[in-house]
């Protein structure tokens, strides 16, 4: 049985959000971080941060649906820390749009950032995760891929695969003793800009307001906040403070 601070983490979308708040999180058990986003700069800033609370992060930018990019994220890691024995893969985006005004650059978009980017990472951090026969595989879903959701077909329809995805792996890979667990979040709202590993007093630990904590009266953030990231030709429309994913 690996430890947690035995760990090497690999965390996609670690730029903001989820994906920061755990990199931090997990810095704190004392493993290292591999942190991934398609906004480079904003890795780099996570990483950075990991170190300055005497974490070890090192950082690459890329697409979580491109093969190449995600094959060149684990061989750095590796060659930074060793194989990922923790995957989280979180990367996403969101934006609203009437279904019979999408069009197919868009749908299949959605469906290859959420989708094939959870099979590519997964299946690339499988490989020597079975060679070890131990490791851990998080993806980020969404309460929405149970539920489908107004004008989020194409969102909801990623979900949805994701749940489908992770629920096979864990069928397929029950006896090696990887396990794959698919996280599907209330809406909710990350704050860790000014979290840090290993943090001493002055420093506040990691924390994440939960569709619980909207229920007992704090508002979440309107989501889906991010469009696409590698730029989608039609801007996202704004949500009302209420919606979830
Ligand atoms: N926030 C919520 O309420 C909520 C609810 C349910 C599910 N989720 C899911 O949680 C995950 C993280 O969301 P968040 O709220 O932290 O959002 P966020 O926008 O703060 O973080 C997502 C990160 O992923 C990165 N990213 C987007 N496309 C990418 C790509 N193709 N390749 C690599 N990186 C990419 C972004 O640059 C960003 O840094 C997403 O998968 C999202 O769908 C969020």
Same mark, same amino acid.
């Given at each position: ?20 708040? &755990?990199a931090y999180r997990l810095a704190r058990e004392g493993m290292p971080i ?5 906004? @480079? ?9 990991v170190?300055?609370g005497?974490g070890r992060a ?42 019979? @005004?999408?069009?197919? @650059? ?17 299946? @690339? ?9 131990? %490791? ?8 929405? %891929?149970?539920? %489908? ?16 995805? &992770? ?26 800009? &000014?979290?840090s590993p290993r ?16 229920? =007992? ?16 030709? &039609?801007?996202? =429309?704004?949500? %009302? ?5």
């Amino acid at each position: 049985m690996i430890e947690m601070q035995d760990h090497i983490a690999v965390i996609t979308g670690a730029g903001s959000g989820f994906g920061e708040a &755990t990199a931090y999180r997990l810095a704190r058990e004392g493993m290292p971080i591999f942190c991934q986003d398609i906004n @480079e700069e904003n890795a780099q800033r996570t990483a950075a941060k990991v170190r300055e609370g005497n974490g070890r992060a090192e950082a690459i930018g890329g697409d979580v649906a491109s093969e190449a990019d995600v094959k060149a994220m684990f061989a750095a890691c590796r060659s930074a820390f060793g194989d990922c024995t923790l995957l989280f893969a979180n990367a996403g985006y969101a934006r609203l749009s009437p279904f019979v @005004e999408m069009s197919v @650059e868009e749908f299949d978009r959605m469906v290859a950032v959420l989708l094939r980017g959870v099979f590519l990472c997964d299946r @690339e951090a499988l490989g020597p995760m079975l060679e070890k026969g131990e %490791g851990v595989i998080i993806n980020t879903a969404s309460q929405l %891929g149970h539920k %489908g959701a107004n004008e989020m077909a194409h969102y909801a329809a990623a979900k949805a695969g994701v749940i489908g995805l &992770t629920k096979s792996l864990a069928l397929e890979f029950r006896a090696a003793a990887c396990g794959s667990t698919p996280s599907a979040p209330a809406p909710a709202t990350p704050r860790s800009s &000014t979290t840090s590993p290993r943090s001493g007093s002055r420093r506040r630990p990691p924390s994440c307001r939960s569709g619980a904590s909207a229920k =007992r009266g704090r508002s979440p953030r309107p989501w889906p906040s991010s469009p696409d990231p590698a730029g989608p030709s &039609t801007p996202a =429309r704004p949500l %009302g403070p209420t919606r979830a994913t």
